[in-house]
């Protein structure tokens, strides 16, 4: 029978079989497995769509993507976590040696953004379809440090309250499940209503998708933005406020009844907004923290934004896979399951360097105890 013998606690729960001798750990030092991260994202062809070939620059993409998922913060701390995580050698870097910031990160990122809108219609064409609703909402997001060359970065309303700071202005437009499509930088001044026009054209001329159903609150679809869409031959869907709702009924332009259940789905896909929200508070806060940003150059910010997406669209696909997680999940207080949480989880899986009698095993992997693997089992993972 054999033994086993338990992990350090850096590695979390699981065992390895039992070693005829005493096992010693090797240089370097354990480091955290954040393969299945890898996995979905390979698996939803992400990496196909940001480039056909596997080249270095589109890898190190993706571990810029992966790596604000579980690790937020600069690019300069993501590559010194080489020694602390498996990210980097997964992407095809050497184990222990530190990726190089400029090379490995800004520069890939320039790639990146002449990519976007190639990466974007491609999307698109996975999840518009002509007839569906899309949903488009806007943000800001915080700048510090100075910003005088930029065209970018400039004082504007704040819709995080978040005063005395210079801001970008930010467009999303996801699918009605909240599924992140495309995203645009605007000037930190620009409000919102003024967007509209151009991003429907953009859906309309280059995403191909006709018949839509645009759904955006009061403040963005306001009553020349609508005619301008209908103009477009699309569809419109927003509140209306009360004064607009008693000078329809005063006019007789509608009726009372419209007002009733009968209008129940109405109201449900205008409340589905609430999706986007979701969207800019994992992008903007703990989860994916795009704000605030590290760089200085117009370029670099866009590019930025746009790896905060592609990472929301990875963290969107891998939170569907878990449904069946979260809905068996208990309630209130007795709730333990967050995407957060499963995260945590994960890193209890370690990829470990272990020395038997002078001969090196550089790739064991722990052994995930009953929830990892039921969790890696919704993410379709293998070790």
Known sequence: MKRSWPCSRRCGLGTFPSPPRPLRSALPASMALRRPDLSVLRQVGLDQLIYSRKEPWREDILALIVGRIVYQGSKLALTGVYQDS????????????????????????????????????????????????????????????????????????????????????????????????????????????????????????????????????????????????????????????????????????????????????????????????????????VSLEMRPFHHHLDDRIRSHVFVCMLAYYVQWQASQRLQPLFASDGKGKNRRWTLDRVFERRKGIRMQTLSVGGTAFPTAISSPDEHQRRILELLQVKL
């Open 86 to 285: 498996a990210l980097w050698e997964l992407c095809g870097h050497p184990a222990g040696k530190r990726p190089d910031v400029e090379k490995h990160a800004y520069l890939p990122m320039d790639r990146l953004l002449d990519r976007q809108e190639s990466i974007q219609k491609q999307l698109a064409m996975r999840h518009f379809k002509d007839g569906c609703l899309i949903y488009y909402d806007m943000t800001s997001s915080y700048a510090e440090g100075e910003y005088e060359d930029s065209e970018l970065v400039a004082y504007g309303h704040n819709r995080d309250c978040k005063r005395g700071h210079a801001q970008i202005a930010v467009g999303l437009l996801t699918t009605a499940q909240g599924c992140p499509v495309a995203v645009r930088v605007f000037r930190g001044n620009t409000a919102d209503q003024t967007t509209v026009l151009d991003q429907a054209k953009t859906i309309c001329d280059e995403y191909g998708v006709q018949e839509v159903i645009f759904v955006g609150d009061r403040g963005m679809l306001t009553p020349r933005r609508i005619e301008e869409l209908h103009a477009l031959g699309y569809k419109t869907l927003t509140a209306l406020t009360h004064p607009q709702m008693r000078e329809l009924l005063q006019r007789r332009v509608v009726q009372l009844e419209l007002f009733s259940e009968e209008a129940d789905e109405a109201r449900r896909c205008y409340k589905d907004l609430m999706h986007v929200e979701q969207a800019f508070r994992n992008l903007k806060t």
